[in-house]
């Protein structure tokens, strides 16, 4: 049984050949696997500049590129690479990677090697690193109306009380079951997607992860951090949504789209316009204390005005019908 790593990339065909290069190493060390780039309509040439580096590099035994027509979003460009790897039959993981990765050794047979020893785990993901190399260790629980409000809050007091349900989570040097991991590195059995289908295509980007792990654990899945598996991550260089100058420009729209999809989608309208009021209440009391002492704001400008724009206490009617099919817009596997 093979091993498929799936790169979606947009606009980053340096990157991707960075990438590229530390897979070659493991690739080799675990035979039977292989990578396919899916271009998103990058339009920049990308498609050209990563198809030469294969050639020239001998790398065309186990890579390959694949040139989507359109950018449907991440989500979109996994499944174009995913779909026909499940159809072959023989693929036994797949693992989605960040174009901005750079893989450190061992990462592969960390990750499949654990999940082949726990059948019962459906997702893993890696320890993160910064481009300093300073690790990352966090993974994620699930987002929810009190997790919400420690974020906008952001009060030390608050922030103890309502440890146990912040999105995130710090880990420790073990490997541990946790509610999701980050999409730059997310290994999945194949036996998930004939479970629960593809990735949700309505999320454009971010959130999708989310909502796939939530799918999987619904389904009796497991979702585990494995800290051996190492992967250097440079945040935010398709979107800038992450990376250093997040606080410099305006969170696009795709991403209070994505959110508000996730909590509509999995909890209800209701309960996602709860969660929004929740949040601005506390993220007023948050900007009223901050402005007192004169500190400046991390956060994008007009984050709240933002978010209030594309929730459900202004847009009820138009998102209740859309965003609550939890299968509208995962597709599934045809049966073979």
Partial sequence: MSILVVIVNYRTAKLVVACLDSLALEVAANPGTKVTIVDNASGDGSGTTIAAAIAEQGWENWAELVESPVNGGFAAGVNVGVRPALASGDVEFLWLLNPDTVVRPGAIAALAGFMRARPTAGIAGSLLELADGTPWPFAFRFPGLLGEVEQGLRLGLATRLLRRHAVLRRMGSEPAQVDWVSGASFMVRRSVFEAIGLMDEAYFLYFEETDFCRAANRAGWECWYIPDAKVMHIAGQSTGVT??????????GYWFESRRRYFVKNHGSLYAAATDLAW?????????????????????PGLARDLLWHSPLLRWHSVANRDTDRDAHRPRLEAH
């Fill in 243 to 252: 990376g250093a100058d997040a606080a410099r420009q305006r969170r696009p």
């Fill in 280 to 300: 601005l209440v506390a993220y007023s009391v948050w900007t009223l204390r901050r402005k007192l002492t004169g500190a400046q704001s991390p956060d994008p």
